[in-house]
């Protein structure tokens, strides 16, 4: 199982950016798949969760500003990050909870990250 992100960059406070990750490989299920965050020096840490029922989870930093969804049918998800502040910098990570359907185990599996840079 790949999780592939795409859509980090570099751009002004109060600019906007969206985020996608697309699993792919041995898929049986997928059950929550989020983002996550790290700078340097410091852990990483959950920026928005979405069950298979479609209930979010946010870290208060984000509420209000940014909006995770999902696709199920391609087994992708996507963070809407809007009104993006300079400590919103970070490495985002896609993370999926997955039902490997060769090993029928739940793994959770993780991208490779992608840079987000805010300037003020």
């Known amino acids: 199982v790949q999780l592939v992100e795409s859509g980090g960059g570099f751009v002004q406070a109060g600019e906007s950016l969206r985020l996608s990750c697309a699993a792919s490989?041995?898929?049986?299920?997928?059950?929550?798949m989020g983002w996550y965050r790290q700078v340097p020096g410091k852990q990483r840490e959950l920026v928005a969760r979405?069950?298979?029922?479609?209930?979010?989870t946010y870290t208060d930093a984000v509420k209000g500003r940014f909006t995770i969804s999902r696709d199920n049918a391609k087994n992708t998800v996507a963070l809407q990050m809007n009104s993006l502040k300079p400590e919103d910098t970070a490495v985002y990570y896609c993370?999926?909870?997955?039902?490997?359907?060769?090993?029928?185990?739940?793994?959770?599996?993780w991208g490779q990250g992608t840079q987000v840079t805010v300037s003020s």
């Open positions: 490989g041995s898929i049986g299920k997928i059950n929550s």
């Open positions: 993370t999926a909870d997955v039902l490997d359907a060769m090993s029928l185990r739940w793994e959770d599996y």
């Open positions: 979405v069950t298979i029922s479609g209930t979010t």
